[in-house]
């Protein structure tokens, strides 16, 4: 099992940046790849950002490229999502998952693990 744990999300004006974070713990040394997900209100989860635990190789969704940078920091089990110049459409629920088998998947799907959730608000 893995535990994961989000945090950073607020309310901002559009145009301001948010960092959020999410802390890995449990069986860390099962993780191939962690991701970022956002749960627009009324809609789907969708894919934001994927990083690789080995490798460091990422991915991005289309309508962040340019705006939101992944990173992690695998000795301290943590992943950071800087999320610049966010507009309205960025509002929602955005989760941490887990991959224990491969990186690189942007469905919802493959990832074992979630965390609860943390809440961005932009407003224009």
């Known amino acids: 099992q893995v535990q994961l744990v989000e945090s950073g999300g607020g309310s901002v004006q559009a145009g301001q940046s948010l960092t959020l974070s999410c802390a890995a713990s449990?069986?860390?040394?099962?993780?191939?790849?962690m991701g970022w997900f956002h749960r627009a209100p009324g809609k789907e989860r969708t894919f934001v950002a994927t990083?690789?635990?080995?490798?460091?190789?990422?991915k991005y969704a289309d309508s962040v490229k340019g705006r939101f940078t992944i990173s992690a920091d695998n000795a301290k089990n943590t992943m950071t999502l800087q999320m610049n110049s966010l507009q309205p459409g960025d509002t929602g629920v955005y989760y941490c998952?887990?991959?224990?088998?491969?990186?690189?998947?942007?469905?919802?799907?493959?990832?074992?693990?979630w965390g609860q959730g943390t809440q961005v608000t932009v407003s224009s």
């Open positions: 990083i690789s635990r080995i490798g460091g190789g990422i």
């Open positions: 998952a887990v991959d224990t088998t491969t990186w690189g998947r942007t469905s919802i799907s493959p990832y074992d693990f």
């Open positions: 449990g069986r860390t040394g099962s993780i191939r790849g």
